[in-house]
């Protein structure tokens, strides 16, 4: 899930534990032998691969795995797939929007468990256009708060960026989300590299033009239908732009107790 609602800390939260399973390894790799394949095996000269790298990293992706999927993206190594992007627009419960992005070798198989996976937990497929109008592709740089050798503020992060082409900062509480457009995330990254400031992820994104408050009936039923198309292997990114109010999240998590 992505967004800056109040529901971008659990979900940030969320991706810890996903860590664990062996799900979300599967797509860093993915990721990073398609950016291999699609600007070659060099990250100094493919800011897409090295992105993908970082973010492989951070989230303790072994080496090997990562040198592997490097050599099979590049050519260097057999066993590569040709994969193909294809996005599924979608209308949640309370008529929230979501876009669906997948990565994919089987794009029949992926259009089939997407569209199960959207009927059986409340959603319908839309027309396409319907929904990606509602969003704008923009960078999404994510920097934690606390830092090895300090905690950082929004001055902080302004000041790094502001020149880079950062637009906004949004506080998630224990991060902050550095929104640009999309050509200028990996100026933003490399500013806040340079400030000697780290960073969890800087990805392009599908960023809401306008957000949709739901009540607790609809915040749980768009997260189930979320966590659903999340557990999907072709599916690499779900974007919607809902926004479940602090109360409603924390009388949902007080639900889960």
């Keep these: ?9 659990t979900k940030h939260k969320k991706a810890a534990i996903d860590a664990k399973r062996g799900k979300l390894f599967a797509k860093l790799i993915k990721n990073i ?21 970082q973010k492989a990293k951070k989230s303790s992706v072994p080496n090997k795995n990562i040198d592997s999927a490097l050599k099979r993206g590049s050519g260097a190594e057999s066993g590569g797939v040709d994969y193909k992007t ?32 959207v009927t059986r937990n409340g959603g319908t497929m839309a027309d396409p256009g319907s929904v990606s109008r509602l969003f704008t592709r923009k960078g999404v740089v994510t920097v934690p708060k606390s830092q090895e050798d300090r905690e950082v503020t929004e001055d902080d992060v ?16 224990e991060a902050f989300q550095v929104q ?16 000697g400031i780290d960073y969890d992820s800087a990805d392009v994104e599908f960023v809401a033009s306008l957000e949709i408050p739901v009540d607790a009936d609809g915040a749980g039923k768009v997260m189930r239908l979320v966590d659903a198309l999340e557990d999907l292997d072709d599916v690499q990114d779900v974007f919607t732009n809902v926004d479940i109010p602090a109360d409603v999240l924390a009388e949902l998590e007080a639900a889960d107790a």
């Design 180 to 195: 640009s457009e999309a050509t200028d995330v990996v100026a933003v990254r490399t500013a806040l590299q340079d400030a």
């Design 86 to 117: 294809i996005s599924y627009e979608v209308y949640g419960p309370q008529g929230v929007a979501i876009l669906v992005e997948c990565l994919t070798d089987n794009t029949n198989r992926a259009a089939m468990e997407v569209r199960t996976a």
């Design 33 to 53: 032998e398609v950016a291999a394949k699609q600007g070659g095996g060099d990250p100094a000269g493919n800011p897409t691969l090295y992105d993908a790298i």
């Design 158 to 173: 302004l000041e790094a960026t502001l020149d880079a082409g950062a637009e906004e900062v949004n506080d998630l509480d």
């Design 1 to 9: 899930m992505s967004g800056h609602s109040k529901w971008a800390t």
